[in-house]
Each structure stands twice: as structure tokens, then as C-alpha cells.
């Protein structure tokens, strides 16, 4: 029974730690399933004797299981979890100290480039973006000094590969934290920590979560003042997730290997098929040929992912004739669940971008970004042709 602590699960594979990690059966009952502790406080045997258990915001057993499992998932010694993807971010930035510098990517997500630029800038912590794929993005690092590297990789929705590990390096020289948000990746196809980063971000409520019920955050860090610092800031400032919503991920992440390699192989021959296809200008697909990082994708992650974005050549009218047409594919913002969905960056996701600067990082009013479940993929093939054929 003590095989399925984190601490003794190195020696197995992705599928069975993401199975046992942190859920070894209850002692009192065997329960084999890690139960929904909802409580929000514990019985004390004497005023002010401590046992660490005192308070839901501080503690929570199905909380605790879901961060080991995380933990384990990642190779790394401590997960930390929060009500959402942002609540992970802002603990992090809130671990910094005034004038701190972020740099980070330039084509971060939406929601970690408004928590920089526009809460935390407030705070008088300076945030700069670069297009950290450029030959010079190491000499830049060196140049400016950044107290945080902020990487994302793949990004969206243009699906730029970083070198995560040769970036991890130079961040390292000058003293800089890594961190990586793996959201798009999942642990399946990458894990950062073994990469050279420190802090490994993740919005739960995509992949991880993977059904599109959930919310929820997580870092996963192995340095012990790192996860000190951070957990001191989950109880503090409380963005904690519900029991509810930590069983929802214990139950997801049991099958998450299976779900993203499925995903994968869908994306994959969606790339493949769409690249065929007349009506598109550009087929974007980290594991495909014409990505412009191919051998390093190749090379970082170990499948290409769910999400493929595709440039049609056409205006926002045509795009939403098309999405009209669509009969099993649903447009909607979010990714990484076992259904298909499309989103159309430029008046969804990123329409709070000016429109000559989203076309200048190539976000244009023809990009759809799919993400592609598990269903079967000539079904999904079909209802994209068939759209196609009413535009
Ligand atoms: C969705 C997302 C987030 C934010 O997570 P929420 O759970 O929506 O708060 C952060 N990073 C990436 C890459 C995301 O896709």
C-alpha cells in the first residue's frame, strides 16, 4: 500500500501513477476511491494543539491527494492547487517583490497577459513580451535581467515551440525562475521540471480536467522554499478549489494518458487531411511537417497535441457561414476536453488585441483554432467538408 505514495512511484509508468498516485485505499475503510472530504474544519483535542489540520482554506484531504497525484504526474515533489488557471498565475506573481520584471513570451495566453499587463502592472511589476521562438531570444534574457522567465509552449493559437531547456539555461545563469505553463502540452507530452524549469503551471479546467466541468489551477515546483512560499500564498490569499471539483481531477487525471494520445492521433490526421485541403492557406500542427519548430517539437514533446490551428482564406463572413454549418464540432472558447471544439481567435479569444497587432503576430480574421477530442475522427473530418462545401 505505501507503493502508491508519490515518494515510491518513480519506478512506474505515466498511466500508473496518474491511477495511484496519492490514493492509496483509506485505512479505516479500504475506500479505494479518495473520498469528497467536505468539511471546512477538524475537531481539536486541546485549545491551540496543532495537528495542521484546522481549517478547510489551509487543509483538505481530497484536496491533498489530488496535489500529490499532480505532483507525481509532473516528476515533481509538490503540487499546489487553486479554484482556476488565473489563481495559479496571480500566486505566483504574488511571490514577487515590487519592480520585479516578467518576461514571457509574446504570445502568452490571454488571460496570464491581462493579469501582467494590467493587475500586477499596478503593483508596480513590469512585464515585457518577446517572440522567445528568435535566434537572439538567449541574449535578450541575458540583456534584460528578468527576475521571471515566463514561458508557454505550445502557445496560443499560433502554436509556437519553445526550447525550453536551452532558455531554462540561460535563465538559470542570471538567476531567473522558470516557469513554464504546460497547459496545452499536459504532462503526457511534456514535463517542464525535467526540462530545467522551477514552476510548472497548469489550468486545470483543460486537459487535465479534460470533460469541460471543472475549473482549477495547479503548480508543481521541487524546491522545497519555492512550494513554502507558495503554499503560504494558496492559504492566504484562499483561491483554494472545492473538494468537489479536487475529486472531478482525481477522477480525470486516471485517464488522461489515454485521453491525449487519442487526441493526438486525431489532431494529427486532422492536420494531415486539412493540409490537403484547397481551402486553407496554412495548417498549423507542432508534429507536422511545415511547423516551423518540427525537430524541436520532435523532439520536446512526445505527441503533437490536440489543438490544430488553421488558416482559411477568408473574411469573418465567411468563417461564420461556415461555423454555422458545422453540425458536430461546437464553437466555443476553452480546449483539451474529449469533445471538439473551434474558436475563432480573432473576435473570441484574442478580440481584445488590436486587429493590425493580431495580424502582425498572425492572428487573422480567417485563423480558426480547432481542438480535437476523442471521437472518431472521420466524424469530425466529415462535419468540417461538409461546412466547407456550404461556404
Ligand atoms: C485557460 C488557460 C489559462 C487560465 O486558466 P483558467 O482555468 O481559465 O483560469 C492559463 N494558461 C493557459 C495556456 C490556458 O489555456
Known amino acids: 500500500m505505501s507503493d502508491l505514495r508519490s515518494a515510491n512511484l518513480a519506478k512506474y509508468g505515466f498511466s500508473t501513477v496518474a491511477v495511484h498516485a496519492g490514493q492509496a485505499p483509506s485505512p479505516k475503510y479500504g475506500s479505494v476511491m479518495t473520498p469528497i472530504y467536505a468539511t471546512t474544519t477538524y475537531a481539536q483535542e486541546y485549545p491551540g494543539e496543532k495537528e495542521g489540520f484546522e481549517y478547510g482554506r489551509s487543509f483538505n484531504p481530497t484536496r491533498e491527494a489530488l496535489e500529490e497525484n499532480l505532483a507525481a504526474l509532473e516528476n515533481g515533489k509538490f503540487g499546489i492547487t487553486f479554484s482556476s488557471g488565473c489563481a495559479a498565475t496571480s500566486a505566483v506573481v504574488q511571490m514577487l517583490k515590487r519592480n520585479a ?59 509556437k ?31 517542464p521540471l525535467n526540462l530545467g524549469a522551477d514552476i510548472v503551471l497548469h489550468s486545470t479546467t483543460k486537459y487535465i480536467g479534460g470533460h469541460s466541468d471543472v475549473l482549477g489551477g495547479a503548480l508543481v515546483v521541487n524546491d522545497e522554499n519555492l512550494n513554502d512560499k507558495l503554499r503560504y500564498i494558496q492559504k492566504r490569499v484562499g483561491a483554494v478549489p472545492s473538494p468537489f471539483d479536487c475529486y472531478l481531477l482525481l477522477r480525470s487525471t486516471k485517464t488522461l494518458a489515454l485521453r491525449v494520445e487519442r487526441q493526438s492521433q486525431n489532431a494529427l490526421e486532422f492536420a494531415k487531411h486539412f493540409s490537403k485541403s484547397k481551402a486553407t492557406k496554412r495548417v498549423i500542427y507542432p508534429h507536422y511537417e511545415t511547423h516551423p519548430q518540427y525537430q524541436l517539437a520532435k523532439k520536446q514533446m512526445s505527441h503533437g497535441g490536440g489543438i490544430v490551428s488553421v488558416e482559411f482564406d477568408a473574411t469573418t463572413e465567411t468563417v461564420n457561414k461556415f461555423l454555422k454549418n458545422l453540425k458536430l464540432v461546437t464553437l466555443a472558447e476553452s480546449l483539451g476536453a474529449v469533445e471538439s471544439l473551434v474558436d475563432h481567435p480573432a473576435t473570441m479569444t484574442h478580440a481584445s488585441i488590436p486587429k493590425e497587432e493580431r495580424e502582425a503576430v498572425g492572428i487573422s480574421d480567417g485563423l480558426l483554432r480547432f481542438s480535437i477530442g476523442i471521437e472518431d475522427i472521420n466524424d469530425i473530418i466529415s462535419d468540417i467538408d461538409y461546412a466547407l462545401s456550404k461556404v
Open 101 to 159: 520584471k516578467v518576461l514571457a513570451v509574446d504570445d502568452i495566453y490571454g488571460g496570464t497577459y491581462r493579469l501582467l499587463t494590467e493587475i500586477f502592472e499596478q503593483q508596480e511589476i513590469n512585464s515585457i513580451f518577446y517572440d522567445l521562438t528568435k535566434e537572439d531570444a538567449g541574449e535578450v534574457i541575458k540583456k534584460e535581467k528578468p527576475d521571471v522567465l515566463w514561458l508557454e509552449s505550445p502557445t496560443n493559437p499560433q502554436l
Open 161 to 191: 515551440v519553445i526550447d525550453i531547456e536551452k532558455l531554462a539555461k540561460v535563465a538559470k545563469s542570471i538567476g531567473a525562475i522558470v516557469v513554464v505553463d504546460n497547459t496545452f502540452a499536459s504532462p503526457v507530452i511534456q514535463k
